[in-house]
């Protein structure tokens, strides 16, 4: 991967340089100076700039791993060769079983459905 060089960069020049380091201020320096020619941009991230997901992932939550889809059916994950997700549909997720691209849905979600275009499931 293209980030294991700079990553490399970052061990290398921590291994030669006489800087302490005792603060994350201190990282971001050396971070800073590593590279001459092409300097890596350092961007200092707060607390806010994190979320917290763990209700997603709850029993109730759009993420938790259900056994039935909408409509009571048993619901296997192992078929499942294509996911969309839509951010204006927060808790559906798009799944295809067949890897085409000019397939529509799953074959056989659209004879349970066969009035939708795209089959929402979960």
């Known amino acids: ?9 970052i061990e290398k020049i921590k291994k030669r340089t006489q800087m302490r380091i ?8 050396l971070v800073r ?3 001459v020619q092409k300097p890596f941009k ?9 979320f917290d997901n763990t209700e997603l992932k709850s ?19 192992q078929p499942i060769k294509w996911l969309q997700y ?12 067949v890897n085409d691209v000019s397939a529509s849905t ?4 659209d004879e349970d459905n066969p ?3 795209d089959s929402e499931v979960l």
């Open 42 to 50: 350092v961007v200092v991230m707060t607390l806010n700039n994190f």
């Open 22 to 29: 005792n603060h994350l201020y201190d990282w971001v320096q």
């Open 86 to 97: 839509n951010k204006n549909s927060e808790f559906y997720i798009k799944i295809k079983t």
């Open 33 to 35: 100076t590593c590279k």
């Open 1 to 9: 991967m293209e980030c294991d060089s700079d990553h490399a960069i």
């Open 59 to 77: 029993k109730k939550g759009p993420f938790a791993v259900k056994k039935l889809d909408d409509s009571g059916d048993k619901f296997l994950w």
């Open 115 to 117: 009035d939708e275009e």
């Open 106 to 109: 799953d074959p056989d979600l």
